[in-house]
């Protein structure tokens, strides 16, 4: 394999992806390993960007010029592409492995369209995650945060102290994440799942939106200057060394800090988003397969196999921070947040609780104008309940 090269046009697999910060390039290692043990060459090539609108026009580019044999998606945007372009049908691989048997509900609802599967799910990476450096908080001699007013409150006593207290989400895909988790923080996970993931209103929810924006706008008071002009993972390693007390990010910076020689629990803590607890907000990558002639159709198959193997599940979620997307996998071997993480997941799928990231460019854009002080929150959340689809206009769900 040669790492970040150009497609080369003799290679058994063309494989299209987002794997950049030191701890996703783990990822690209071991599925190299499980393609080396089925005799699958492949090239792989990566966007250079963690913004999803700018990977989209990346992969867009790529399928004009010359379409890979597989590309990683958004759980967000499987079903853009399947309306959009023709994919291969995993139904096969899928029953012969029991996908609709051992992978969460909400998963499953983004990998099929139309009642097929169109995607292979890699992992569960969680959203609703605070991130916070052990040795700064225990400096604070403060309790963990539970609710909202407990969030305030240390992040108030934090800046007091001078220490800066909450990383910048820089890029419009992290303020849109952000927002989401104050939402669930301020309106409740019912609240949550009603106007976004049913379309059902009711007469609260501008004052709900409203009050949501208002909280991120008290949260945007705590930013760390020192980390306004950093890419995420630049945030997290300065969360781990000590230069800010706290990240609200995905799973993947479990990742980004083992790789940097963080340990969990000693180095650094995992909680819930104050508000956010019992719920599983989640985007997870997802791998789509464009028609191929037959002989590369066979190593298609084969990697989605690989995909959803058990043994690489639980190599792929140790190395990347995320929860397998299967439910069935052995939980040895991973760190304290990765086992939490997991454990949340299974339980969480059982109470209905998994709930899918609502980030999309309409809600980035009005997350980023109310932040730069453009339109205020009411008009925000009016712009935000303008954007949510009406019953009447959704696709039928996938059949399970």
């Known amino acids: 394999m040669t790492p970040r090269t150009a497609l080369a046009e003799d290679a058994e697999i063309h494989f299209w992806h987002w794997w950049n910060s030191a701890g996703e390039v783990k990822n690209i290692a071991t599925l190299n390993k499980y393609l080396k043990q089925k005799n699958l060459t492949w090239t792989e090539q990566a966007a250079q960007s963690s913004s999803s609108h700018l990977y989209l026009a990346q992969l867009k580019d790529r399928l004009d010029a010359q ?221 789509v397969f464009f028609p191929a002639p037959p002989e590369r159709k066979a190593n298609q198959q084969q990697l989605a196999r690989i995909f959803l193997d058990k043994e690489f599940q639980r190599e792929l979620s140790i190395a990347s921070g995320a929860a397998p997307a299967r439910v069935d996998i052995n939980t040895d071997g991973f760190n304290h947040c990765s086992q939490k993480s997991i454990n949340d997941l299974r339980m969480a799928n059982m109470r209905r609780a998994v709930m899918p990231s609502i980030i999309n460019k309409n809600l980035e854009v009005i997350v980023g104008d109310f932040l730069n002080q453009r339109i205020s929150a009411d008009s925000a959340a009016e712009k935000v309940l303008n954007g949510v689809p009406q019953p009447a206009a959704l696709d039928a769900a996938p059949s399970q």
């Not at 990998?111 to 969680?126: C, D, E, T, Y």
């Not at 200057?225 to 300065?238: F, G, I, K």
């Open 67 to 287: 379409r890979p044999d597989a590309a990683m998606l958004d759980s967000s945007e499987t079903h853009n592409y399947a309306k959009a372009l023709p994919l291969l049908a995993l139904d096969d691989i899928a029953q012969e492995q029991e996908w609709a048997e051992v992978i969460p509900l909400a998963i499953q609802e983004r990998a099929k369209h139309q009642g097929h599967w169109v995607s292979a799910p890699l992992n569960s990476h969680s959203t609703n995650w605070l991130w916070i450096n052990k040795t700064l908080f225990t400096l604070l001699d403060m309790p963990e945060p539970e609710t909202w007013d407990d969030l305030i409150d240390l992040l108030a006593h934090a800046s007091a102290l001078g220490i800066p207290a909450l990383a910048t989400p820089r890029e419009d895909w992290e303020q849109a994440l952000l927002f989401e988790l104050v939402v669930i923080s301020t309106g409740g996970l019912e609240f949550y799942r009603g106007l976004f993931v049913e379309q059902q209103r009711s007469a609260a929810d501008q004052q709900i939106l409203a009050q949501s924006f208002l909280r991120l706008q008290q949260l945007a008071g705590y930013f760390a200057p020192n980390t306004h002009s950093l890419s995420w993972d630049q945030a997290t390693e300065q969360l781990w060394q000590g230069q800010v007390l706290m990240q609200v990010h995905g799973s993947w910076v479990n990742s980004e800090l083992s790789a940097l020689g963080a340990e969990a629990q000693l180095d650094y803590l995992c909680l819930r988003f104050p508000g956010t607890q019992g719920a599983y907000v989640f985007n997870s990558d997802h791998v």
